[in-house]
């Protein structure tokens, strides 16, 4: 999740798999094309016999807007029913979001209206995707062919520093929360913030402890870098990053370090790759320095077809960017940029340690993947950089539900103690 942000990038000329653009001779350009196809097909086949897992989504926020349902097709946004099985999409966690100046009881209150609300989609469409709460849970909604709906709460702040209502979230399904969103919480700091408790307080080291107990992925998205380091050191269980991308590529505080990526790996944990074009692109970062005025604007404009539904303002501001990069004030990011980034996470860890965690619908799509239905790009895209199927098949999904595997076991270890 992001808030009223505009997008923009790098024009990215990284052309996949031209491997016919390399032939010299008819025969061996014929050849080549026939690889080509071949590949194509091999990738579709891996893509839809893989468990493709997104760790982030904000299509929450729509289903609070009014009459958006999951069911039908829609003409805007990246996610609903149709779209994620023609892009594959096996697993998906529905995020629970406010902003981070909402605190205490008024916080729980809009947290919990949230968590309803997936429920109630779930509810209402039980013959195609059903909640779950635990690995075994989502292998077997895909043997049954649905689609498993899960549960993060992106922001801590929404426990109010009480664990009793951590508790609470775990018990109606929640399985990830992310320490911070872009503010501090009482308890820990932010990325996007002025640093207030040098990381995690005692009280945010407690919040960990009893998230390892509960099950509940710790998710380092968003947080400080300190803050991470300060989990990762308290942290019985593998954490993740549901969705964040590498600082090395594009130089924004919520994105990892080479160093963290590394940390991270080292005790299991897994980077969600983000598809966020300002995350994915330093171009876009530069735009947004030069200009501030051009976020100004589309703020503004997001306001005026908005107010206060923030369903609506993810999915305008995200247009309005596009018509600001068809206009030419900003640069426009490509699809490729993902690949980048996994890439440069694969070869720093290994395909052990990275996924996938778009931020649809809640933030500016880079052109080429603007809803699930791109998703089999990416695996044909690392297919033709010479990843094996293994590998592929970690990133798709595998390796979150390694994670979470692990998180189930910690939290039986704990509470048989
Ligand atoms: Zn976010």
């Known amino acids: 999740m992001l808030r009223v942000i505009f997008n923009a990038g790098l024009i990215t000329r990284a052309a996949i798999g031209l491997a016919a653009a390399l032939c010299f001779s008819p025969g061996a350009h014929m050849k080549a094309r026939v690889a080509a196809d071949d590949l ?8 839809f016999s893989s468990m493709v897992v997104d760790t982030h989504d904000d299509t929450t926020q729509r289903f609070l807007d009014g009459d958006f349902d999951l069911a039908p097709r829609n003409a805007m946004g990246s996610i609903d029913i149709p779209r994620m099985k023609e892009g594959g999409l096996g697993a998906i966690f529905f995020s629970i979001w406010i902003p981070s100046k909402i605190t205490g009881p008024e916080a729980v209150k809009h947290a919990l209206d949230q968590i309803d609300a997936v429920h109630q989609q779930v509810r209402r469409h039980s013959g195609e995707i059903t909640l779950a709460t635990q690995v075994a849970e989502i292998r077997a909604a895909r043997k049954q062919g649905q689609i498993a709906a899960l549960i993060g709460v992106e922001g801590g702040h929404m426990i109010a520093s ?7 979230y775990a018990a ?28 995690l307080t005692d009280f945010g080291k407690d919040v960990v402890r009893e998230m390892n107990r509960l099950g509940v992925i710790v998710d380092i998205s968003h947080v400080s870098d300190k803050t991470f380091y300060d989990a990762l050191h308290v942290s019985k269980a593998p954490l993740f ?22 940390d991270l790996a ?29 976020g100004k604007a589309i703020a503004t404009e997001v306001q005026r077809r908005c107010g206060d539904k923030e369903g609506c303002q993810l999915i305008e501001g995200d247009k309005i960017t596009r018509e600001y990069v068809a206009q030419g004030k900003l640069p426009r990011v490509e699809w490729t940029k993902i690949i980048e980034h ?9 395909a052990d340690h990275v996924g996938l965690g778009s931020d649809f619908d809640g933030a500016n799509m880079p052109y080429g993947m603007e809803d699930a239905t791109k998703l089999p790009r990416i695996t044909e895209a690392l297919l033709r950089k010479g990843y094996s199927e293994d590998d592929v098949r970690k990133i798709l999904g595998e390796n979150t539900l390694r994670v979470m595997a692990e998180v189930e076991r910690v939290s039986r270890e704990l509470n048989s103690k």
Request: net charge negative; hydrophobic share 35%; with cysteine.
């Open 40 to 47: 194509s097909a091999r990738a579709h086949k891996l893509h």
């Open 162 to 168: 009480d664990l009793g209502v951590l508790r609470s």
């Open 172 to 199: 109606l399904g929640v399985r990830y929360m992310t320490l911070t969103h872009s503010g501090n919480d009482e308890w820990a700091d932010s990325s996007t913030d002025v640093p207030a408790h040098n990381g």
């Open 241 to 262: 990053a549901s969705h964040s991308s590498c600082r090395a590529i594009c130089d924004a505080p919520r994105n990892m370090t080479d160093q963290m990526i590394k």
């Open 266 to 294: 080292s005790k299991g944990g897994v980077i969600q790759i983000n598809y966020h074009a300002g995350f994915l692109s330093q171009e876009f970062r530069d735009a947004e320095k030069a200009d501030p005025e051009l």
């Open 342 to 350: 996994i890439d440069h996470a694969v070869k720093l860890v290994g």
